[in-house]
């Protein structure tokens, strides 16, 4: 059974926006999102805890990434603005099952319970 579904990806040029969504089968107050490039290890983005309580950016995405989660549809979102050619990449959601105690580690291991199948991004320059 799938339990994390992403959408919202596709081809944008420099400078612009995309906003990520992933539609979970499950409530998760741990929650994350991920990307990979083709031939590299996937590396985390943004992570939050308890409803946005917390948030974790990566250096690379500060200031130009957000993320939110609607827990009335169990929704989680990333608004990318002021994108990049090496933004480039497929984009994962992840959410966690358990407490949200430890969410920080699980976002910086990438230990997440269940993965969507990922949504690619395309910035042109």
């Known amino acids: 059974q799938v339990q994390l579904v992403e959408s919202g990806g596709g081809s944008v040029q420099a400078g612009g926006s995309l906003s990520l969504s992933c539609a979970a089968a499950?409530?998760?107050?741990?929650m994350g999102w991920f990307r990979q490039f083709p031939g590299e290890e996937r590396e985390r983005v943004a992570g939050?805890?308890?409803?946005?309580?917390?948030?974790w950016f990566a250096d690379s995405v500060k200031g130009r990434f957000t993320i939110s989660q609607d827990n009335t549809n169990n929704t989680l979102y990333l608004q990318m603005n002021s994108l990049k050619p090496e933004d480039t990449a497929t984009y994962y959601c992840?959410?966690?099952?358990?407490?949200?105690?430890?969410?920080?580690?699980?976002?910086?291991?990438?230990?997440?319970?269940?993965w969507g199948q990922g949504t690619q991004v395309t910035v042109s320059s």
């Open positions: 992840a959410a966690a099952r358990g407490s949200s105690l430890y969410c920080g580690t699980l976002f910086v291991r990438g230990e997440f319970d269940d």
């Open positions: 499950y409530s998760s107050s741990c």
């Open positions: 939050i805890a308890e409803g946005g309580r917390r948030v």
